[in-house]
């Protein structure tokens, strides 16, 4: 069992050098709970880069076997965190115990799929062009790239995830695959959550025997600045709003040495709600749609903050269904009492901007989250007017009805990049409206049909990215196998021996990984 000692953790042992003090509270009541976390001093953040540096090259030449061994061991001991833990997590979050039982799960899965992605090897992406000698009018060298972690990883952790994207969760699961240590920066809604998840973490690396700085993890207010402009780190991975986001962005690109911030940031992922489909189906819409804004109070980087319909009868007929579906649900608790007041913020913006009309939803009083609904004149869209595309972080949308489909067609050219768009369609919308595809494949990293964004798979083919604002670089993903490239880069190899290459490249390539060979994808039976 873990004992909360409030310490930071530095290359395998615990540290408490400054002299202030961070509180954790319950997140439903307020009241602070038994533990004082130790800020950072910057001789700690200092330390736990150096860390990191010294445990790279070591950590990124073990074998891709022995990386995903230590991904499993870290599964297994978040798997094996009990009850005890989860209420814990659910009393800093106010979260319920289904859901952190689902994310822990989540947690130990992405663990386990980032270890197959290192037995199967594909994650080198090899490529091998042969010596062509005899080439005329010049001979072509022997040519082999593969792909390395780019170095220590420095990782924010998110709020509304405490397991799923916080101290284990995806961002550190794709470094420690790619290679790259990690610096961990604990959110301080969730500090006693990190450091179970941190002691996981640190057993799972002695048991497997990982470099001493493999993972690090330090507490604190204002310590970011000092990780993110450290020498020793060379990426940054970031799950928060677009201010924070921004910020770490600016300072990463103003270094010496300017280095990539893979950030997500903000997102208001429209929905389109096309004719046939609210005439065929608009109830049952109402009701999906409802569930989908209130699900974990709004809580979500998915969370669908814009829907968008044609104006007709049957438009309108939604509309009432869906605004008495908002007024009656429950107020809920969100995950700590600064998140309440940016949302109390972005409701107040909505209330108080010409253009807006507030349509349903509760006075917002007290410690919980009321449910919202406003709906926006559809020139503020074709302006690009900045507060109507403002994620408001929680369980609040806006409704946009435009005249027709040019009329669509001009809103969503005035959308900024989201993490996903959806088309909610019968057959023959997609006939009329099809053609929106190519429009929203630019606008999107996730493009669903008759779907709701809220729920993220985790598997190879999924992408949770976008173009700026929903992220900082829409070439990747922060969820999904995909993650794993942010954190590597391209070495090419000319005219090397077979002896001084690594294995990925080699001509017997003993650990039979794929790769492609002048051209041609080859692949050889692992063992």
Same mark, same amino acid.
Not at 487 to 513: E, T, W
């Given at each position: 069992?873990?004992?909360?000692? !409030?310490?930071? #953790?530095?290359?395998?042992?615990?540290?408490?050098?400054?002299? $202030? &003090?961070?509180?954790?509270?319950?997140?439903?009541?307020?009241?602070?709970?038994?533990?004082?976390?130790?800020?950072?001093?910057?001789?700690?953040?200092?330390?736990?880069?150096?860390?990191? =540096?010294?445990?790279?090259?070591?950590?990124?030449?073990?074998?891709?076997?022995?990386?995903?061994?230590?991904?499993?061991? $870290?599964?297994?001991?978040?798997? !094996?965190?009990?009850?005890?833990? +989860?209420?814990?997590?659910?009393?800093?979050? /106010?979260?319920?115990?289904?859901?952190?039982?689902?994310?822990?799960?989540?947690?130990?899965?992405?663990?386990?799929?980032?270890?197959? *992605?290192?037995?199967?090897?594909?994650? #080198?992406?090899?490529?091998?062009?042969?010596?062509?000698?005899?080439?005329?009018?010049?001979?072509?060298?022997?040519?082999?790239?593969?792909?390395?972690?780019? !170095?220590? *990883?420095?990782?924010?952790?998110?709020?509304?995830?405490?397991?799923?994207?916080?101290?284990?969760?995806?961002?550190?699961?794709?470094?420690?695959?790619?290679?790259?240590?990690?610096?961990?920066?604990?959110?301080?809604?969730?500090?006693? &959550?990190?450091?179970?998840?941190?002691?996981?973490? &640190?057993?799972?690396?002695?048991?497997?025997?990982?470099?001493? @700085?493999?993972?690090?993890?330090?507490?604190?207010?204002?310590?970011?600045?000092?990780?993110?402009?450290?020498?020793?780190?060379?990426?940054?991975?970031?799950?928060?709003?677009?201010?924070?986001?921004?910020?770490?962005?600016?300072?990463?690109?103003?270094?010496?040495?300017?280095?990539?911030?893979?950030?997500?940031?903000?997102? $208001?992922?429209?929905?389109?709600?096309?004719?046939?489909?609210?005439?065929?189906?608009?109830?049952?819409?109402?009701?999906?749609?409802?569930?989908?804004?209130?699900?974990? /109070?709004?809580?979500?980087?998915? %969370?669908?903050?814009?829907?968008?319909?044609?104006?007709?009868?049957?438009?309108?007929?939604?509309?009432?269904?869906?605004?008495?579906?908002? %007024?009656?649900?429950?107020?809920?608790?969100?995950?700590?009492?600064?998140?309440?007041?940016?949302?109390?913020?972005?409701?107040?913006?909505?209330?108080?901007?010409?253009?807006?009309?507030?349509?349903?939803?509760?006075?917002?009083?007290?410690?919980?989250?009321?449910? =919202?609904?406003?709906?926006?004149?559809?020139?503020?869209?074709?302006?690009?007017?900045?507060?109507?595309?403002?994620?408001?972080?929680?369980?609040?949308?806006?409704?946009?009805?435009?005249?027709?489909?040019?009329?669509?067609?001009? /809103?969503?050219?005035?959308?900024?990049?989201?993490?996903?768009?959806?088309?909610?369609?019968?057959?023959?919308?997609?006939?009329?409206?099809?053609?929106?595809?190519?429009?929203?494949?630019?606008?999107?990293?996730?493009?669903?049909? %008759?779907?709701?964004?809220?729920?993220?798979?985790?598997?190879?083919?999924? +992408?949770?990215?976008?173009?700026?604002?929903?992220?900082?670089?829409?070439?990747?993903?922060?969820?999904?196998?995909?993650?794993?490239?942010?954190?590597?880069?391209?070495?090419?190899?000319?005219?090397?021996?077979?002896?001084?290459?690594?294995?990925?490249?080699?001509?017997? %390539?003993?650990? @039979?990984?794929?790769?492609?060979?002048?051209? *041609?994808?080859?692949?050889?039976?692992?063992?």
């Amino acid at each position: 069992m873990t004992v909360i000692t !409030g310490w930071n #953790y530095i290359a395998g042992v615990r540290s408490a050098a400054g002299s $202030i &003090t961070l509180q954790s509270y319950d997140a439903t009541s307020g009241q602070a709970l038994p533990f004082c976390f130790h800020q950072a001093t910057q001789a700690e953040v200092d330390a736990a880069a150096q860390a990191a =540096q010294t445990a790279y090259p070591v950590y990124r030449n073990l074998s891709a076997t022995r990386r995903a061994e230590f991904l499993e061991a $870290i599964a297994d001991e978040i798997d !094996g965190l009990g009850d005890d833990f +989860v209420a814990l997590v659910c009393q800093e979050t /106010a979260l319920a115990t289904g859901r952190i039982q689902s994310e822990r799960g989540r947690t130990s899965g992405q663990m386990r799929l980032f270890a197959k *992605v290192l037995r199967r090897g594909d994650f #080198y992406g090899a490529r091998i062009d042969r010596a062509l000698p005899d080439r005329q009018p010049l001979p072509r060298p022997d040519l082999r790239q593969y792909r390395i972690g780019l !170095g220590p *990883v420095a990782v924010f952790g998110a709020s509304n995830f405490p397991l799923a994207f916080s101290t284990a969760g995806g961002d550190t699961a794709a470094a420690l695959a790619a290679g790259c240590p990690v610096v961990f920066k604990a959110h301080s809604g969730h500090m006693a &959550t990190a450091e179970w998840v941190a002691d996981a973490i &640190t057993r799972a690396a002695k048991k497997t025997e990982m470099p001493a @700085g493999v993972f690090n993890m330090i507490y604190g207010s204002g310590v970011g600045e000092w990780l993110v402009k450290h020498p020793a780190i060379q990426a940054v991975g970031f799950t928060g709003s677009l201010g924070g986001g921004r910020a770490l962005c600016d300072m990463a690109a103003a270094r010496p040495q300017p280095i990539p911030v893979f950030a997500e940031m903000s997102s $208001i992922n429209p929905m389109l709600l096309l004719p046939e489909a609210i005439k065929v189906r608009g109830d049952r819409i109402a009701s999906e749609l409802a569930a989908s804004v209130v699900l974990g /109070a709004g809580q979500f980087c998915t %969370n669908p903050g814009l829907v968008i319909g044609i104006r007709s009868l049957e438009f309108s007929a939604f509309l009432e269904r869906f605004t008495a579906l908002m %007024n009656d649900q429950p107020a809920q608790t969100l995950l700590n009492a600064s998140g309440l007041s940016s949302y109390s913020r972005g409701l107040d913006n909505l209330h108080g901007h010409a253009g807006i009309t507030h349509l349903a939803g509760s006075p917002q009083v007290g410690k919980q989250a009321h449910a =919202q609904v406003f709906k926006a004149d559809v020139s503020l869209l074709l302006s690009g007017d900045a507060l109507l595309q403002e994620e408001v972080f929680g369980p609040t949308t806006i409704v946009v009805e435009v005249a027709d489909k040019a009329e669509l067609v001009q /809103a969503l050219h005035g959308l900024r990049g989201q993490l996903t768009a959806t088309l909610i369609a019968e057959p023959g919308d997609l006939e009329t409206y099809g053609d929106l595809l190519a429009l929203l494949e630019q606008k999107a990293g996730r493009l669903l049909l %008759n779907g709701y964004p809220t729920g993220v798979e985790v598997c190879d083919a999924m +992408v949770h990215g976008g173009p700026y604002p929903a992220t900082s670089d829409p070439r990747g993903s922060s969820v999904g196998t995909l993650a794993i490239e942010r954190f590597l880069r391209p070495v090419c190899y000319q005219n090397y021996p077979d002896a001084l290459l690594p294995d990925a490249l080699k001509n017997a %390539n003993p650990s @039979g990984i794929q790769r492609l060979v002048d051209g *041609v994808s080859s692949c050889v039976a692992l063992g």
